[in-house]
């Protein structure tokens, strides 16, 4: 039986309805920008990650911007960020006028670490991206000890909990994707921001809507950035599911250690005090090319998300220090996404452990083969 590598349907089909009588709603009440969706789902999404406020915006890459130009950093300014990770993180560091400045990850968690970030701090560190990768989540508490605030991109990591709490209230501020294949995903772009701080709150408040309070003066330049009060509506009916959908997720992990994956290849191993909503489920093999093309032979979906880290991608290459990231390389080689969802159940995850052991067999076999002739 084939395994897809998302399954965002499955979860979603119980709520059609709801979900299609809150856009008719939406579609009646003609208010489509910034109406009462946008800010109900603001509160309920500040209360659940237990933040003092959060701002919806239109994506999460434009909410990494913002929070970063919210939380003061500029022109002149260094922001520290993990290579291995989605090219959005770094990517909406130059459109604030800073600089993005590469560290490595723990390659067991494929998060950063105080050490790994502490390679990077130059007098000119301003902040901190802290990716909480693939649903785990990054020690925040120990990279804001070395004396910098941290932005956590917690894109892929709604749902996931901490011993200190959930991701986007653990750092000065957070941000979210709500891309459609997310952990809480809309139906198209959204994103938003999250933070405790009533100052950086309000300048990103004001950053998403053209630098204005009113639309009338102006303080700042800004940005037209603002989650759809359609997907705000979408949202506000999926909220109430996701620890149930996370729940999911997690199950998804412990079925595959219990189907014995994690004697054929490496697991992604939980940040300490982290019970991560898997967003992707990545393992590690060094022959995870191979791997891939045999597991797409028998129809199990894979993905190697970033085999070329950030910064070897051609635009990022003039921010490259060349400070050693060994982690980094590594993970970029030998990680691959295999299946993981809401609804990824015990026989699946058989299915497709099964799968990882023959195609392991067969690239044994073909590797034998090849040194005896
Ligand atoms: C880690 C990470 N950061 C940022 C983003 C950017 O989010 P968006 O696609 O909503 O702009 C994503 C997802 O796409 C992501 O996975």
Redesign the pocket.
């Known amino acids: 039986m084939p395994v897809p590598l998302f399954d965002t349907h499955t979860p979603l089909a119980p709520l059609r309805e709801e979900i299609l009588a809150r856009i008719t709603e939406v579609v009646d009440d003609t208010r489509f920008i910034l109406g009462p969706n946008v800010a109900a789902f603001e509160r309920e999404f500040a209360a659940y990650v237990g933040a003092g406020h959060a701002i919806g915006v239109a ?6 911007t913002i929070a970063l130009r919210a939380m003061g950093v500029g022109p002149g300014d260094e922001v520290i960020v993990p290579s291995f ?2 090219y ?2 770094a990517e ?1 560091i130059p459109a604030t006028g800073a600089v993005p400045v590469f560290c490595d990850i723990d390659l067991e968690t494929f998060c950063v670490t105080a050490e790994t970030v502490r390679a990077a701090m130059t007098p000119r560190t301003k902040a901190v991206i802290a ?3 693939f649903g785990n989540v990054a020690p925040v508490a120990e990279i804001e000890a070395l004396g910098v605030p941290v932005l956590e ?1 917690a ?2 990591a709604a749902g996931s909990i901490t011993a200190g709490g959930r991701p986007g209230a653990l750092a000065t501020a957070a ?1 979210f ?3 459609p294949s ?1 952990n809480l995903g809309a139906f198209g ?3 938003a921001i999250t933070t405790s701080d009533s100052e950086i709150a309000e300048r990103a408040r004001m950053l998403r809507f053209h630098g204005s309070r009113d639309k009338v003066t102006y303080e700042h330049i800004g940005y037209n950035s603002r989650l759809d009060e359609l997907q705000a509506a979408i949202l506000r009916v999926q909220l109430p599911h996701l620890d149930a959908w996370a729940d999911g997720r997690r199950a998804a992990g412990r079925h595959y250690a219990a189907a014995g994956l994690g004697e054929l290849v490496d697991l992604p191993t939980p940040v300490a005090g982290c019970d991560p909503a898997w ?1 992707l489920y990545v393992i590690r093999h060094e022959r995870s090319d191979e791997l891939a093309s045999a597991l797409a032979a028998a129809g199990i979906g894979q993905k190697a998300y970033y085999r070329t880290p950030l910064h070897r991608q051609a635009p990022l290459v003039v921010y490259d220090r060349g400070l050693p990231l060994p982690a980094t390389e590594e993970a970029a080689r030998t990680h691959l996404a295999i299946p993981v969802s809401a609804v990824l159940d015990e026989a699946q995850a058989v299915e497709v452990t099964e799968a990882v052991r023959s195609a392991l067999a067969g690239i044994d076999a073909s590797a034998a083969s090849a040194a005896n002739h």
């Open positions: 994506n999460g890459t434009d909410a990494i990770t989605f959005a993180s909406a990716v909480h990768l991109d894109a892929q941000t994707s709500f891309f997310k772009d959204g994103g967003h």
